[in-house]
């Protein structure tokens, strides 16, 4: 677990702001978009382990979905 | 909207009272002046009613209705709501017929993602929420009224015009046996979404309509589920649409689901699709295998609508309306009731020259302020609830799929419950002086607490003002209170006093209030506070009643 962690209101206004940021591309650029984002948002994650928990978790939530 | 063959009143479950056309005074040429009317015999002009008779205020109530509301509707009562039902002496019915929850769950794909609890202890005397069918709900409320001499209500009286200037209001009231007009002092609109009072003065709501549109179901089936709030998205049988269940007295279930954004609403609420789609969710969705009966549905669109001010001169605008909101999380009749006590005691202290008029003021800024607070609120809930575009249901899917193994992600399934709003801002409420570790901070309603078997801190409000002192008061306050005898003191943590009632409060309980001994809440008749104090002078009591009455004060 990571020691310090965003604020839920402040994960809520993310979700918000890629909700719009989503909205705003042709439907075609999702995939590459959210593969851009997650590059960009791991560049400021100065912990390897911490980027790859959360690989694990986004590729678990995929995977229970798809069930 | 019934199954064909039956009557808009014929439930299966409720027998619709039937209220007759009494011929007012107005009819044979007297000219009666009311203090207040108010239009609209649902639950929140009615609440309004009782606040009003409780302060020992007359008013005449009118509806073109002959009985209560088509369907059960409103369905959830905040414990917030039956304090105000509890304080209008009306609860026991309210408790007794209802079913309290404390519960909910969320699915996502049919499995259990997220339970939530509301927040609740063995110090509250009501449950967090409870189900109650509107028609109950109104059966209730009216039947209090009828019971108090200060409340008349006019049925079968429908307002068709409304004109007023600096000394009064006029109505405009068409009855079965003709019109008439009727005079008053001041005039509540608790007529509704479609208000005709708000129309007759040529204000309109403003706001957003949001996209999804729901059916709100209400089936008879047996079933020992217990009395939770559930929701499921994705579920496989209907996977487009989100889905609601709750329960209710007499064995009904309200099933609310979401209609995708190209079905034809005309369509979707004719009964063979209704049976269809609810047949489907109580097999596939609640796993049901008994027998079930359909009773009433109705279509449903979520809005955050209000008028930009809730008084405009001698009205007052209260429910729906003033304000729609979205059914996600249980504001419209909860904020409703609200208004109506907020109303209804201001005006009655205007009413009996004990405030000044400009009490009236601070109305608009409470109880719109609410509303303003609810639209954030239920704004967020809506975009979860009834995705309005790709990306907002993209990332609903993403932060649903995510909350099945990890917490962090769990409080987006969350359903944001109402819960009362705080007068911060309101020109009544007197910021905080000294500070205080815990307790209800000024603007917001007091918290209950158990002294006893049966027998809790809210049973002891008076009608008017409270003052909740803890412990010892110092001399100069305890020779004021001398000079406020409207003021009711409840004496916390003495054997006996002096200066008002005696009660118990152990340590537990002034650390409730955060409260050392010579601490004062200043608390108004809604139960919300005015001002606290660590402690108080005799001055400090003075300035924060003047604040809230006025110099009209004698």
């Known amino acids: 677990m990571t020691t310090s962690t965003l604020p839920f209101n402040d994960l809520e206004r993310v979700y918000e702001l890629l909700a719009e940021a989503l909205d705003d591309l042709p439907e075609a650029q999702e995939t590459p978009f959210l593969a851009q984002l997650a590059l960009a948002l791991a560049h400021r994650i100065p912990d390897l382990s911490e980027v790859e928990a959360a690989i694990r978790e986004a590729r678990r939530a995929s995977e229970d979905a798809g069930k | ?57 007359d008013c005449v109530v009118l509806d073109d209705k002959a009985t209560v509301n088509d369907g059960s509707r409103a369905i959830c009562l905040s414990r ?22 404390t519960r909910g769950r969320t699915y996502f794909r049919d499995r259990e993602i997220y339970r939530f609890e509301m927040p609740h202890s063995d110090q509250e005397r009501f449950l967090p929420m409870v189900n109650l069918q509107q028609q109950y709900i109104e059966q209730f409320l009216i039947e209090r009224a009828m ?52 129309k007759a003065l040529g204000l309109a709501l ?98 955050t609508l209000a008028l930009d001010d809730y008084r405009h001169g001698r009205v007052l605008f209260i429910g729906d309306s003033a304000h ?105 409420t007197l910021a905080d002086r000294d500070a205080f570790a815990a307790g209800p901070r000024p603007g917001a309603p007091l918290i209950n607490r158990r002294l006893g078997d049966d027998d809790f801190l809210l049973d002891y409000l008076g009608t008017g003002f409270s003052l909740l002192l803890f412990g010892e008061a110092s001399p100069e306050l305890a020779a004021a209170l001398g000079d406020h005898p409207e003021l009711r003191v409840l004496h916390l943590g003495v054997e006996d006093s002096a200066l008002g009632r005696a009660l118990p409060g152990d340590a537990a309980l002034f650390a409730a209030y955060g409260a050392e001994p010579g601490s004062a809440y200043l608390v108004r008749p809604d139960r919300h506070l ?14 924060a009643l003047n604040t809230v009455l006025g110099d009209a004060r004698p």
């Open chain 2, 1 to 57: 909207m019934r199954p064909a063959g039956r009557a808009e009143s014929d439930s299966l479950y409720f027998d619709y009272p039937y209220f007759p056309f009494v011929r007012p005074p107005e009819l044979d040429g007297e000219t009666p002046r009311h203090r207040v009317a108010i239009v609209g015999a649902g639950p929140v002009g009615v609440t309004a009613a009782l606040e009003l008779a409780r302060h020992g205020i």
């Open chain 2, 80 to 101: 917030h709501s039956l304090e105000i039902l509890q304080q209008l002496g009306v609860d026991r019915r309210f408790v007794a017929k209802g079913l309290g929850w």
């Open chain 2, 147 to 198: 019971e108090s001499e200060r409340v008349t209500l006019r049925w079968q009286s429908a307002v068709s015009g409304v004109t007023q200037d600096a000394d009064g209001v006029t109505l405009t009231v068409s009855t079965p046996e003709g019109d008439y007009a009727l005079a008053c002092d001041y005039l509540l609109a608790a007529d509704g979404a479609r208000s005709v009072v708000r």
């Open chain 2, 206 to 303: 403003h706001g957003e309509a949001y996209e999804g549109r729901y059916v709100i179901a209400d089936v008879r089936l047996k079933s020992d589920f217990p009395t939770e709030r559930r929701a499921f998205f994705h579920s496989a049988a209907l996977p487009e649409a989100t889905i609601l269940v709750h329960k209710q007295p007499d064995d009904i279930w309200r099933i609310d689901y979401q209609l995708g954004p190209d079905e034809d609403p005309e369509a979707a609420v004719r009964e063979e699709a209704i049976r269809d789609r609810v047949g489907l969710i109580i097999r596939e969705v609640m796993q049901e295998r008994g027998d079930w009966e359909l009773e009433w549905w109705s279509l449903y669109k979520a809005h």
């Open chain 2, 324 to 428: 729609l909101v979205p059914i996600f999380g249980v504001r419209g009749l909860n904020n409703g009731l609200a208004d109506a006590v907020n109303a209804g005691w201001k005006l009655a202290w205007v009413l009996q020259g004990r405030a000044s008029a400009r009490l009236l003021d601070s109305y608009t800024p409470e109880r719109r302020g609410a509303t303003l607070d609810v639209f954030a609120n239920a704004g967020k809930s809506t975009r979860f609830m009834t995705p309005p575009s790709r990306g907002y249901r993209l990332m609903r899917d993403a932060a649903l799929a995510l909350a099945l193994d990890n917490d962090y992600a769990s409080p987006f399934a969350d359903p944001r419950q109402v819960t009362p709003y705080t007068y911060a801002e309101s020109p009544l």
């Open chain 2, 530 to 543: 005015v001002a606290r104090w660590k402690r108080p002078t005799a001055a400090d009591l003075n300035d």
